[in-house]
């Protein structure tokens, strides 16, 4: 099936600094690809949805100054979170739509952020 | 507003049946999701139904009923490993899927 990968899968960083957290569909191309953050013992909330070419669409309360999304390839989107403050601290998720021949959305393995 | 309702959390117990409800009130229905997800790591597909009916795989089983605004997910011969967070999610007609807050199940020995 198909696959997504995200690197780092975990990443500890110090407050003010910029953490960027990459997206990568390993053998499909993805013209559209989800991020996701999720806080502990909630569901996942969707931060923006990415297009690859164009500006990524952010959902509401969702600072895109703060969450840079890149999406320069079919195979790559990256979000970096800047001056990253522990509140920032979550689980971020990113998941690719499928090919044609699938319904459901393919997520990566997720990136756990820590901000000290 | 768009909503999707599960329960909190349930608890049973290894070799037993589950049956974990979900409602939703979406603009549109393009299809219905589960996913399950461990702590700490990303939720895996498990289901999707956008006809009535029964779809059924393996232990896991999925209904859905368009006129309700109802499925449920039924989890046979449970087993330990399944003690997870159980996620329901509804694709609304412009294609962007809504999350329930997931269904954590407790299997007991």
């Known amino acids: 099936g198909a696959v997504v990968s995200q690197h780092p899968s975990w990443v500890i960083c110090k407050s003010g600094t910029s953490v960027k957290i990459e997206c990568r569909s390993l053998?499909?191309?993805?013209?559209?690809m989800f991020w996701y953050r999720q806080f502990p013992k909630q569901s996942l909330m969707l931060m923006a949805t990415s297009n690859e070419g164009s500006k990524a669409t952010y959902e509401q309360g969702v600072e895109k100054d703060k969450f840079l999304i890149n999406h320069a390839s079919l195979t790559l989107s990256t979000l970096t979170v800047t001056s990253a403050h522990p509140e920032d601290s979550s689980f971020y998720i990113c998941s690719a739509d499928p090919p044609q021949t699938a319904e459901e959305q393919y997520f990566g393995p997720g990136t756990r952020l820590t901000v000290t | 507003g768009q909503n999707i309702d599960q329960p909190t959390e349930m608890t049973a117990t290894e070799g037993a049946i589950v049956q974990i409800n979900c409602t939703y009130q979406t603009s549109g229905f393009n299809g219905l999701f589960w996913y399950q997800q461990h702590a700490g790591e990303a939720p895996t597909f498990l289901s999707y139904?956008?006809l009535d009916g029964l779809e059924e795989k393996g232990r896991f089983s999925s209904f859905l009923s368009r006129s309700k605004g109802y499925s449920y997910l039924l989890l046979k011969e449970l087993q330990m490993k399944d003690s997870a967070s159980y996620l329901c999610a509804v694709k609304d007609s412009n294609y962007q899927l809504i999350w329930g807050a997931g269904t954590k199940l407790i299997i007991k020995p």
């Open positions: 139904n956008v």
């Open positions: 053998d499909f191309q993805a013209t559209t």
